[in-house]
C-alpha cells in the first residue's frame, strides 16, 4: 500500500485501511504532523491528548528539592494504549497521570480545517493508521511511531515507550529543563540505528523506516 511507512498488507487484510489506500504517504505524513501539532500545542497548555487506540500525552508537574530550593518541574509523558494482545512479547513502562489532568480526545474539526483534508477522512487516516501499527506489532514487526517536534514510540530491548526530542522537553520546560530531561525518556539512538540527521545537542531525528513515513 501507498501510505503509511510501505508496508506490505495482505489482500484480506487491505479492507481495513480504505483510507490509507487512497491517500499518499505525503498526505498521510501530513495529518500526522497537523496531530503532533495538536499535541504540543495543547501540553504547552498543562493539557492531555487522548489518541484513541495508541495512548494519552499529558504534562506532570513534580517536585523535586534542590541544595538551596524546590523545583517545580513540567515534562511530557505518555500513556500506552495499544490493546495488550497487540504487545507480543513486549514490555512496557507503567505511566500514572494525575486525575486533576485535563484530557481530551483529538479535536478532528481542528484538524480538518489544519489540513484541509474531511474530517472523516482526517479521522479515518488517523484510526486506520493506529491498527496498522497494532498489527505489526502484533506480528512482532518493532516498528517505531514519530511523532513531529515530539518524540519516537519505539521498541528497545523488547520494551515499547515514548522516547521524547530534547528540544520538546526543553520547549515545554524553560526554567528547569536540566532536571527535566534527566527525568524523561530521551530518544537518543546512534545514527547508525536511525539514518536521521543530528541536532546541535547529539540528538537524532525520527528513524528513516518508521509510522507514519
Known sequence: MEGCCTVAVSLELSTLFPTLLHLSTKEVVAIWDAVSAYILGQLKLDKGVLVRGLGTFAMLHERFQGKEEVYVVRRPVFQLGIDVLCLQELAFPTVVIPGDVKIKPLDYRRLSRATSFPRHVVEDCVQETILLYSLQLRNRQRLSFAFKDIGVLSCEDDVLCMRFYYDCVTGLESKASRIALLHSRLWT????????????????????RAFPR
Do not use: L, Y
Open 189 to 208: 539512538p546512534c545514527a547508525a540505528v536511525s539514518g536521521g540527521a543530528t541536532t546541535t545537542q547529539g540528538v537524532q531525528a525520527a528513524p528513516a
